[in-house]
């Protein structure tokens, strides 16, 4: 599952979990960050792709908790850096 700042994103959160549940399956929550375009400021670049990426940590932690209280799931987390 890929995850968003849209209103129905916990809400498909939650239908996945159950169902990975229910069919003894797995979840995969996903975050993908976008790359920066500082190329010329390597230094700034670098600082800033740790950031998105402590960023983008916090939110599939949020979103993994929200799967665990519905279900008995343990999603796997996947960040991914691209478009």
């Known amino acids: 599952m890929v995850i968003d700042d849209s209103p129905e994103c916990p809400v498909a ?13 797995g979840l995969a929550i996903l975050f993908v960050v976008e790359p920066g375009d500082f190329q010329h400021w390597l230094g700034v670049e670098d600082i800033m792709r740790a950031e998105a990426r402590d960023e983008a940590q916090e939110v ?10 519905t279900s008995d799931i ?6 991914r850096e691209g478009k």
Request: without cysteine.
């Open 13 to 25: 959160l939650a239908f996945a979990a159950r169902r990975a549940e229910h069919t003894k399956g």
């Open 60 to 69: 599939l932690e949020r979103f993994a908790a929200m799967a665990r209280d």
């Open 74 to 79: 343990e999603p796997e987390l996947v960040i």
